[in-house]
């Protein structure tokens, strides 16, 4: 199981940095490609980006593409989504989760995905 954090509340333009932790000792996020998606009310699941898990090749949505970075630590078992310029529309419950390997087409399909944390909040007001 993973955990998100890092959640907040946001003026337009601004920044938040998440991050995706294993809940439980003994979960190697280095071994699996991480995913990071978005819900906002009313609206289906989307597929924000992914890191692989063999060269750490990045993949993004068209609509945060230069906006924000996935990286990871696998010293800190942790994968972080870096949100500068953010915009209202990027308010959502963010999500991370895991896979076995990602391409561009691989977030665009929730269903592939494991191990769901629980979402942290991110709203961008002013």
């Known amino acids: 199981q993973l955990v998100e954090s890092g959640g907040g509340l946001v003026q337009p333009g601004g920044s938040l940095r998440l991050s995706c932790a294993a809940s439980?000792?003994?979960?190697?996020?280095?071994?699996?490609?991480i995913g990071w998606f978005r819900q906002a009310p009313g609206k289906e699941r989307e597929g924000v980006s992914c890191?692989?898990?063999?060269?750490?090749?990045?993949y993004y949505a068209d609509s945060v593409k230069g906006r924000f970075t996935i990286s990871r630590d696998n010293t800190k078992n942790t994968v972080y989504l870096q949100m500068n310029s953010l915009k209202p529309e990027d308010t959502a419950v963010y999500y991370c989760?895991?896979?076995?390997?990602?391409?561009?087409?691989?977030?665009?399909?929730?269903?592939?995905?494991?191990?769901w944390g629980q979402g942290t909040q991110v709203t961008v007001s002013s």
């Open positions: 890191i692989s898990n063999i060269d750490s090749t990045t």
């Open positions: 989760a895991a896979v076995d390997g990602c391409r561009l087409s691989t977030i665009q399909t929730p269903g592939l995905f494991g191990s």
């Open positions: 439980a000792s003994g979960f190697s996020l280095h071994i699996y490609a």
